[in-house]
């Protein structure tokens, strides 16, 4: 399995980025894949993430809502994050995540993606 995350660089404040990820290789099933972020001297935390077990309900970060947009492919092989209105504190490392079952008789399996560097500055 693996989590191909691209869709990283520089971008300016109260500019648009978007981060896209995919998962691929052998996959069962997958219940929920999203976005995590860790930027220097921080934990890595939750910036967003979709159940697909559970009507694609979303979970956002506090400091995200109302800026950033999670959301799937008809697949459901996919996530993208629009990021909008990005500030500076929004600088990390973003980190795709997915919750899922390689093959009908395994348990379900956390999966990272490689990390791709978001940084907001003018």
């Known amino acids: 399995v693996q989590l191909q995350a691209s869709g990283g660089g520089l971008v300016q404040p109260g500019g648009s980025l978007r981060l896209s990820c995919a998962a691929s290789?052998?996959?069962?099933?997958?219940?929920?894949m999203g976005w995590y972020r860790q930027a220097p001297g921080n934990q890595r935390e939750l910036v967003a993430r979709?159940?697909?077990?559970?009507?694609?309900?979303?979970t956002y970060a506090d400091s995200v809502k109302g800026r950033f947009t999670i959301s799937t492919n008809n697949f459901k092989n996919s996530v993208f994050l629009q990021m909008n209105s990005p500030k500076p504190e929004d600088t990390a490392v973003y980190y795709c995540?997915?919750?899922?079952?390689?093959?009908?008789?395994?348990?379900?399996?956390?999966?990272w993606g490689q990390g791709t560097l978001v940084t907001v500055s003018s």
């Open positions: 995540n997915a919750l899922l079952r390689p093959s009908y008789k395994s348990l379900l399996t956390n999966y």
């Open positions: 290789g052998s996959i069962w099933s997958i219940n929920n």
């Open positions: 979709m159940s697909f077990t559970n009507s694609d309900a979303t």
